[in-house]
Every structure is written in C-alpha cells, then in structure tokens.
T-cell receptor, first 112, second 114 residues
Framework: DQQVKQNSPSLSVQEGRISILNCDYT??????FLWYKKYPAEGPTFLIS?????DKNEDGRFTVFLNKSAKHLSLHIVPSQPGDSAVYFC???????????FGTGTRLKVLA | NAGVTQTPKFRVLKTGQSMTLLCAQD?????MYWYRQDPGMGLRLIHY???????AKGEVPDGYNVSRLKKQNFLLGLESAAPSQTSVYFC?????????????FGPGTRLTVL
C-alpha cells in the first residue's frame, strides 16, 4: 500500500515560469513532510519541509503548501531555472516512527 | 566532514553470490537507513537503525540483513543475491529527532545481479 503518492512521473516547464509538483498521502498520522531533489548519479538532497501544524513554508524560490483535509501537499518553484531539472521526491514521517516514507518521484525538466 | 559515504560505488554480482555494502557517517547521527531505488518505485526503505546495536525492518526487508555494531557504520548484507536485487542502494542518516531536518543521503551504490 503506497502511503505517499506522486501521480505525475514527469513535468516540463519553461524557464522563468512556476513549477508545481504534487504529492498525496493516505496516513493521517504523518507529522512531517519533506521534499528532496535528486540529480542523476547522486544521492537525494533535502530541499524543504513542513510540519503538519502549518499550511505553508517558504524558502527562497521554494514554497511547500500542505492541505491536511485533502491529504495533499505541493511544492512550488518560482521562478524555475534550468538547474532545477531533477527528480523530486516527497517524503513523510510520523512522530516516533523514526523513518521516512517516500513517494515515487516526479522528473522536472525546465526548458531554457 | 565527509557526510555519508558508501562503499563500493558499483558492483556486479552473479546470482547466489554474497556481498556487504558499507555505509559510514561522520555527523554523529543516531538514525541510519538503507533504501533502494527502482524505476517507477521511488525510494523504498529496506532496514533502519535507531542507534548503535539496533536494527529494524522497513518496507522491503526480505533477502537483506543489516548490522550496526558502531554508531558511525551501517552495513547491508546480501547473503544470496538475486536478479530482483538489482537496484541503486542509498544509505542515509538523520539526527536524533528526524522530523523536519530530513535525512542526509550518501551517493549510492549501483548493484547489478546477473
């Protein structure tokens, strides 16, 4: 049973426009949600996170939105840059479980 | 400060062979994890450890064993490799309270089982 789902395997966006990556989850016990970025032949790197008590967290060009009632989170990248082209994973964790559950990833391609 | 390192980077095995993947972290993190990444499957948790001397099963533990004899090292073993274990393996570590801080990942080990 996939607890964290990323239903769009790929996304193409023009440079300078907004990129919106989506993630859905089924476990209402999740307390923390994270986004990771992964370049080919490298390990994932932490990008931004949000607690379940918030609905928005912003860090520079990256903003994560959380809609608990819909069990949905999204990552907005504005403006998108060619260097943002990578695979993005969302992940979730429940307090006390000591582990992260990852989605299947979305490959973002930013076109110059 | 090297972060999380993995050895080896690449390996080719024949079915039935055994091997051990080594993960080391120099950040004094309590928690360590082994994930595998397969096309269309994302990152799936194999085993994890919440401290020296402890291990626990993740989502896909079958066919793997782990040990955490030292806080900084987390070993992943394949006793009898199968083609289904062809994958990219990532080790990660996180502070005592993972939460919002996220886990730090290693560069990965690409394993092919023929």
């Amino acid at each position: 049973d996939q607890q964290v789902k990323q239903n769009s395997p790929s996304l193409s966006v023009q440079e300078g426009r907004i990129s919106i990556l989506n993630c859905d989850y089924t476990n209402s016990m999740f307390d923390y949600f994270l986004w990771y970025k992964k370049y080919p032949a490298e390990g994932p790197t932490f990008l931004i996170s949000i607690s379940s008590i918030k609905d928005k967290n912003e860090d520079g060009r990256f903003t994560v939105f959380l809609n608990k009632s819909a069990k949905h989170l999204s990552l907005h990248i504005v403006p998108s840059q060619p260097g943002d082209s990578a695979v993005y994973f969302c992940a979730a964790s429940a307090e006390g479980t000591y582990k992260y559950i990852f989605g299947t990833g979305t490959r973002l391609k930013v076109l110059a | 400060n090297a972060g999380v390192t993995q050895t080896p980077k690449f390996r080719v095995l024949k079915t039935g062979q055994s091997m051990t993947l080594l993960c080391a972290q120099d950040m004094n993190h309590e928690y360590m994890y082994w994930y595998r990444q397969d096309p269309g499957m994302g990152l799936r948790l194999i085993h994890y450890s919440v401290g020296e001397g402890t291990t626990a099963k993740g989502e896909v533990p079958d066919g793997y064993n782990v040990s955490r004899l030292k806080k900084q090292n987390f070993l992943l073993g394949l006793e009898s490799a199968a083609p289904s274990q062809t994958s990219v393996y990532f080790c990660a570590s996180s502070p005592i309270t993972p939460g919002l801080a996220g886990a730090r990942f290693g560069p990965g080990t690409r394993l092919t089982v023929l």
